[in-house]
């Protein structure tokens, strides 16, 4: 059942309180927290079984190297960028990244572009071809490395990332592209998630099988009308099997501009294992899909 308008805004309200008790808490304790947050229950950690679940163990216990760089967003396009002849996707082009953004104030560029942190989720600013990084960007954006994603809900991998600006070539075409987000479990695409108008009021989200079957599940934002398929989907799907393969798990996100098929980025947290999937089936289907590895001791 879809959220009531003051729930959804208790929650919005509610959210960096629960984010600020959490952050005093040890890392179970924590997870346990914004579990119980975010789904209205406590997790089962140490016999996980639906996906949210078995995110949260992932935060907490899985430190293998293969996940190290994959909050990376430079290290992700680098992944991409390897596998572009198998893939057949476009990597947006890096116009610049540093520590420093102040080095670049004043600084245009020949294309539209985007910036955001390196090694953080959620943040990002748009500007136009030609446009200067300008001085009040740069002290809106002061704080961006200083907040460390990893320290404050726990997910390893943020902790590795490299505390950079990024600025990128923006592939919108001046307006929301639909975003493509296939749950990649040992390979094989188990579901497909498409955001459309984000960073916009009209938001929506519709979750799809391979076949471009709908699912009626909702998550976060509001459920959008069913679409027919994207010419490309079948390159979409191998795609994003490709970069998806050789993990357990992992979420990989791509978007569709005319006749190219652009990276987007990877995600191996994806809504930090606590929103909650409607009905609660889905996140129990979607963690049968996963086989959690054998960790070494």
């Not at 476009?90 to 670049?104: E, I, K, M, Q, R």
């Not at 930090?272 to 289907?285: A, H, K, S, Y």
Request: hydrophobic fraction near 40%; include cysteine; aromatic fraction near 10%.
């Amino acid at each position: 059942m879809p959220r009531s308008p003051l729930n959804a805004v208790l929650r919005s309200y509610l959210q960096p309180a629960h984010r600020q008790i959490a952050g005093l808490l040890p890392p179970t304790a924590r997870r346990q927290y914004l579990f119980l947050a975010g789904q209205g229950r406590l997790p089962r950690l140490r016999d996980p079984r639906t996906f949210s679940e078995k995110v949260n163990w992932r935060i907490l216990r899985d430190r293998r190297p293969e996940l190290a760089w994959t909050c990376d967003k430079l290290a992700m396009k680098d992944h991409a960028s390897r596998l572009q002849a198998e893939t057949g996707l476009a990597v947006p082009d890096t116009l610049w990244s540093g520590d420093d953004l102040g080095a670049v104030a004043g600084r245009a560029f020949d294309r539209a572009w985007v910036l955001k942190p390196n090694h953080r989720s959620g943040l990002v600013r748009f500007g136009e071809p030609a446009q200067a990084v300008d001085a009040p960007t740069v002290e809106a954006t002061r704080g961006w490395l200083d907040d460390d994603q990893s320290v404050l809900l726990g997910e390893w991998a943020y902790s590795r990332a490299r505390k950079l600006f990024l600025i990128e070539e923006d592939i919108s075409g001046g307006g929301p592209l639909d975003d493509y987000k296939f749950f990649v479990f040992h390979g094989k695409v188990a579901a497909l998630q498409v955001d459309r108008g984000r960073f916009t009021p009209a938001h929506t989200r519709t979750f799809y099988t391979p076949g471009w079957e709908p699912v009626p599940v909702q998550k976060t934002v509001p459920s959008g009308a069913p679409t027919p398929p994207p010419a490309n989907l079948a390159a979409m799907l191998h795609a994003a099997e490709v970069l998806g393969r050789s993990f357990d798990f992992m979420r990989v996100d791509l978007y569709s501009a005319g006749d190219t098929i652009w990276f987007g980025e990877l995600t191996p947290y994806p809504g930090g294992g606590v929103t909650r999937f409607e009905p609660r089936e889905f996140d129990r289907w979607l963690g049968e899909r996963w086989a959690l590895p054998a960790l070494p001791r």
